[in-house]
């Protein structure tokens, strides 16, 4: 018996999701990306995955190796409100590039809005609490039902994701980063390789692009998401952090 066998063997299941992530990547944490979103579409959570994309200045790898595996597989837009147009036009465009044929945009609850950010300046007070009501619970209601999601995360996105694994316990769901292991060398080789449209603002300056307000052109040197929330200590939107500890799953 191996080591990872041992491993696998020595999770109790009864543990949930943090014992379920110990042994998938146990047993398939080596996988290219490519053949990991195979796995789990196909094998490990069939009709029971979507894949969660913003349609950013990465997106396009993502989305093209899930429309290699199977274009039918949910993916989750989450449209705040506050995106750049840009944005919103690059994802008509890619949809039709790749014939990804159930994308469903996820936008916050009006009620919620009309009490907490009436006057569409909550950004600046609270950023956290923007995000929340404009992405983390939007993304919570979308998310029931299914059992695992993949992200687009990347171990070289920052020090808060550099210990990235290949699956992970999120709540009772399980999340999937195929690309955690992939450099921006590699995400522009594919995109070249495979002749992917780029979003309009990357070639402008902005290599990690969020919401309209809190994202600004990264300078040359600068680390890749320095332009998302500058001059605040803000470093996520709280997708991947925020919502966990309420049990939510997100």
Same mark, same amino acid.
């Given at each position: ?29 080596? +996988? ?11 094998? +490990?959570?069939?009709? *029971?995955?979507?894949?969660?994309? =913003? ?11 899930? =429309? ?29 590039? +790749? ?12 009620? *919620? ?40 995360? !990347? ?17 009772? *769901? ?13 995400? !522009? ?11 309009? +603002? ?49």
């Amino acid at each position: 018996m191996g080591l990872l066998d041992a491993v696998a063997l020595a999770v109790d299941p009864d543990d949930g999701a943090e014992a379920e992530a110990i042994v998938l990547n146990a047993r398939h944490g080596a +996988l290219d990306a490519r053949d990991v979103i195979a796995l789990a579409a196909n094998e +490990l959570y069939p009709g *029971r995955i979507a894949l969660v994309s =913003s349609f950013g200045a990465e997106s396009a790898v993502l989305l093209h190796l899930l =429309s290699e595996v199977d274009r039918g597989v949910p993916v989750i837009f989450l449209d705040t409100g506050r995106l750049f147009a840009e944005t919103l036009e690059y994802r008509t465009r890619l949809v039709a590039h +790749l014939g990804l044929t159930d994308v469903r945009s996820v936008t916050p609850d009006a009620e *919620r809005l009309h009490e907490t950010d009436p006057h569409r300046a909550l950004w600046m007070t609270d950023p956290d609490l923007c995000c929340r009501i404009r992405k983390t619970e939007p993304l919570a209601r979308a998310l029931r039902g299914f059992d695992a999601w993949f992200t687009g995360r !990347k171990r070289f996105q920052g020090a808060t994701r550099a210990g990235l694994h290949l699956f992970e316990a999120d709540g009772e *769901r399980i999340k999937i980063n195929p690309l955690a292991n992939w450099g921006a060398d590699e995400l !522009k080789a594919y995109m070249q390789r495979h002749d992917l449209p780029a979003h309009p +603002l990357v070639k402008r300056g902005y290599p990690s692009i969020g919401c309209e307000p809190c994202t600004s052109r990264v300078a040359p040197g600068e680390d890749g998401r320095a332009g998302r929330w500058r001059g605040t200590d803000k470093i996520e939107c709280g997708i991947h952090t925020g919502l966990e500890a309420d049990g939510s799953g997100i």
